[in-house]
């Protein structure tokens, strides 16, 4: 009986942990897919280690038939008046490229917003890495 209960616990604990693993491995908040068929992909919960310059620099990406659509940039905290350059200049650099190339496109930066903009590039590849696996 004791040796049943150790097995049964033992099934229920793998049981969690492999539910946990799946659970890391894919946010099903991160992405949806709307009913044109693109995708949009929020890198709130992706990125949220990724620090601007006061804090994080969440965006939402969408991807229409393997091609960036658009990116914009979700509420943060970084200094108006240097992020509104950085969405300005940098977040167009996406539009219009293939998933494969513009997650290696590394966009100058913005004079003044550095660390914003550091924060947005990676954003960008986090959220189109996690496109390429989980589309």
């Not at 950085?86 to 004079?111: F, I």
Request: proline share 2%; hydrophobic share 40%; net charge positive.
């Amino acid at each position: 009986m004791k040796k049943m209960m150790n097995a049964a616990l033992a099934l229920v604990l793998l049981a969690t942990a492999t539910a946990g693993l799946n659970a890391a491995q894919k946010d099903d908040n991160a992405m949806i897919k709307m009913a044109d068929g693109s995708y949009v992909v929020n890198t709130t919960t992706l990125a949220k280690d990724v620090k601007g310059y006061r804090g994080t620099t969440p965006l939402k990406i969408t991807i229409k038939k393997d091609k960036v659509e658009k990116i914009e940039a979700l509420k943060n905290q970084e200094t108006p008046k240097y992020f509104v350059r950085v969405k300005r200049e940098m977040l167009k650099a996406w539009d219009g490229q293939k998933v494969n190339k513009a997650v290696k496109l590394n966009p100058d930066g913005v004079t003044g917003a550095t660390i914003s903009s550091d924060a947005v590039r990676e954003n960008v590849k986090r959220g189109l890495e996690y496109y390429k696996k989980h589309k």
